[in-house]
């Protein structure tokens, strides 16, 4: 009997924190899911856009650079949506071997009650006789035995009614966890039948690629002359941003030296505040899809030739549309530059952003903006329909990707 009761001690503290546990548990698995598949509609939304994108392009010119490089990102993206179901479908699989775990664990726990309740059952028949119980009490070695032989015989129909509660609400969460697991092994089937049309479709988009890479590589002659021309326009474009940011940093005397910039108690604070939005800054544009990233890369169609290096980001987004300022500022300079249409300098304390291929300009410079202040539109007359951004922190460019929301 004493035996009987130890194991019970033992197993009561293991059922309690299975259960009081899984809850939590299961609150915070559903949130990460939910957030899973959040950032996975981000990535299908990516793909919609950039199909509307590629046609839009066709529409002004087929065969361009400006469709491969959307073609290129469409791919990557799909690469990226793929890497995601796999990471899904090794989350669901581990899921489902803890469960199935958790399931024979409880399955033990739930016969080990069930041979206890029958041999409480059996030990309260063969003593139903009032006199073997009696005589048991009045065989207790002391008084302070005999009375927890008393106790425990008095309550022993409530411990039988206890330990039924017992085994049918252990049933009764053993079916919850069985229908669970039930519910993984579909989600995870499901995952990998969407995985293998993920990945048709990126085997069409790859072809795609490819086959425009080939019609393009005919034009070499051309793209080289574009891309001699690009070089000269990206060389006056970082040429005239530095100049001004250069001039926007220092500042001159009554007696006509130049003084090294010192920042004022508002453009510190401005300074500071801009800083702390490092990764949390709101998008020039209200929808967009990063097409040629911060930095060095080579050129799509002429093999072991590199892009001039590019000091910002430039985001595929619709014709026309708005372009606004990603945080509060002071435009410093309107200026035309060749192949960049019109370009838009703000200050925000010592960092410094720019906009370039705007078509209409909605500010001047001196004037002071708020955060999501209209700047302008994008340009229409582009062969593509691109914003070029850069972000300096003085006189260091910074990679835009690290600053905006993702």
């Known amino acids: 009997m004493r035996e009987h009761l130890k194991t019970r001690v033992w197993i009561l503290p293991i059922i309690i924190g299975m259960f009081l546990f899984a809850p939590c548990k299961a609150l915070c698995q559903n949130k ?10 981000k990535l299908e939304q990516d793909i919609q856009f950039l199909d509307k994108q590629i046609e839009q392009t066709k529409k002004q010119r087929k065969n361009t650079i400006a469709e491969l490089n959307l073609l290129k990102k469409k791919a990557d993206v799909r690469e990226r949506i793929i890497e995601r179901l796999e ?12 469960k199935a775990k958790k399931l024979e664990i409880m399955s033990r ?11 409480m059952i059996v030990k309260g ?31 022993y129909s409530s411990a039988l009614s206890l330990e039924a509660k017992k085994i049918r609400k252990a049933s009764r969460e053993l079916e919850e966890e069985k229908s669970q697991l039930s519910k993984l092994q579909a989600e995870n089937r499901k995952t990998q039948h969407t995985k293998e049309e993920e990945l048709n479709k990126l085997k069409k988009d790859q072809e795609k690629n490819k086959n425009l890479e080939k019609s393009l590589a005919k034009q070499q002659s051309k793209y080289t002359q574009e891309l001699k021309q690009k070089k000269e326009q990206a060389a006056r474009l970082n040429k005239e941003i ?36 490092r990764g949390k800054l709101p998008w020039p544009v209200k929808r967009g899809v990063i097409v040629e990233g911060f930095g060095e890369h080579p050129h799509p169609t002429i ?16 014709t026309g549309c708005n372009v606004y300022s990603v945080y509060e500022g002071v435009v410093k300079k309107v200026i035309v530059i060749p192949g960049y249409s019109n370009c838009v300098l703000v200050e925000h304390g010592k960092y410094f952003t720019f906009y370039c291929k705007l078509g209409r300009v909605n500010v001047k410079a001196g004037q002071k903006i708020a955060t999501g202040a209209l700047i302008g539109t994008l340009d229409t007359k582009q062969e593509s329909s691109e914003l070029h951004f850069e972000l300096w922190n003085g006189t260091q460019k910074q990679n835009p990707e690290l600053w905006l929301k993702q």
Not at 32 to 41: P, R, T, W
């Open 303 to 318: 093999k072991g030739v590199k892009l001039p290096f590019n000091n910002g980001v430039n985001i595929s987004a619709p």
């Open 242 to 277: 530095e100049k001004m940011i250069a001039e926007a940093i220092k500042t001159t005397t009554t007696t006509g030296k130049t003084t090294a910039y010192k920042e004022t108690p508002e453009s510190a604070r401005l300074s500071g505040s801009f800083e702390n939005n």
């Open 87 to 98: 990471k899904d479908i090794n989350r669901q699989s581990e899921e489902i071997s803890d």
């Open 32 to 41: 990460n899911i939910e957030s899973k598949k959040a950032q996975a509609g």
């Open 109 to 119: 726990q739930l016969d080990t009650l069930k041979k206890m309740y029958r041999r």
């Open 125 to 155: 028949y063969n003593n139903r006789d009032s006199r073997k119980w009696f005589m048991y009490v009045i065989a207790s070695d002391n008084i302070e035995q005999g009375y927890r032989r008393w106790s425990y015989l008095k309550n």
